[in-house]
């Protein structure tokens, strides 16, 4: 199996950024696509951006332009950088890695974002 574990979250000011980041173990060859979701409090988990193991990114639309996925193979983790951070960005921000088809995902236990106004 794989563990992830994410960090580099944070109470921040409405207009800054952080980088959150999410370091991968285990069975990493078994790694495909990884990337973000978040939850707010008392909604649905929503996804926010993945990467494959080729490079290619993919963004929701709710993201696009603020947001940014990247990885590092040698360090088998994935990063998440926010920039003009918004108080609707307060969430808790999960990172998973895809597994084969018809098996869920690997989750982490997440790492908390909250935005000031």
């Known amino acids: 199996q794989v563990q992830l574990v994410e960090s580099g979250g944070g109470f921040v000011q409405a207009g800054g950024s952080l980088r959150l980041s999410c370091v991968a173990s285990?069975?990493?060859?078994?790694?495909?696509?990884m990337g973000w979701y978040r939850q707010a409090p008392g909604k649905q988990r929503e996804f926010v951006a993945a990467?494959?193991?080729?490079?290619?990114?993919h963004y929701a639309d709710t993201v696009k332009g603020r947001f940014t996925i990247s990885r590092n193979n040698a360090k088998n983790t994935i990063y998440l950088q926010i920039d003009r951070l918004q108080p609707s960005d307060t969430c808790m921000y999960y990172c998973y890695s895809e597994r084969a088809e018809g098996y869920d995902p690997y989750w982490g236990q997440g790492t908390q974002v909250a935005v000031s106004s």
């Open positions: 285990g069975s990493v060859n078994s790694i495909n696509a």
């Open positions: 990467i494959t193991r080729s490079g290619s990114t």
